[in-house]
């Protein structure tokens, strides 16, 4: 059975920051990404990192602010989130796909996680 099990979410405070952290297990996957779902919004990436070599990807929303890293021995996927301010406020999803078409899209990740939830206070 495939699980995302994500933790690290909680308050902060703005300029604050925040780890979010991603067990993954069942089986390994090509490529894992973060997504953030706001109230009454879609939800959108974040960020993505390839499981092999460690290329990355960013929205330019969080560019120089966070950092998407793994550590393959541990099966986990971290988000490193600094500079936070109450517009990063929403429900973070880890994702994960074995597929080798990379994406950034929500439809090219097969697994999901539960989310965390993440509020920035002014």
């Known amino acids: 059975q495939v699980q995302l099990v994500e933790s690290g979410g909680g308050l902060v405070q703005a300029g604050g920051s925040l780890r979010l952290s991603c067990v993954a297990s069942?089986?390994?996957?090509?490529?894992m990404g973060w997504f953030l779902q706001a109230p009454g919004k879609e939800r959108e990436f974040v960020a993505r990192?390839?499981?092999?070599?460690?290329?990355?990807a960013y929205a330019d929303s969080v560019k120089g602010r966070f950092t998407i890293s793994r550590d393959n021995a541990k099966n986990t996927g971290y988000l490193q989130m600094d500079s936070l301010n109450p517009e990063d406020t929403a429900n973070y999803y880890c994702?994960?796909?074995?597929?080798?078409?990379?994406?950034?899209?929500?439809?090219?990740?097969?697994?999901w996680g539960q989310g965390t939830q993440v509020t920035v206070s002014s």
């Open positions: 069942g089986r390994t996957f090509n490529f």
């Open positions: 990192i390839m499981w092999r070599g460690g290329t990355t």
């Open positions: 994702a994960a796909s074995a597929s080798w078409l990379v994406t950034t899209q929500r439809r090219g990740y097969e697994y």
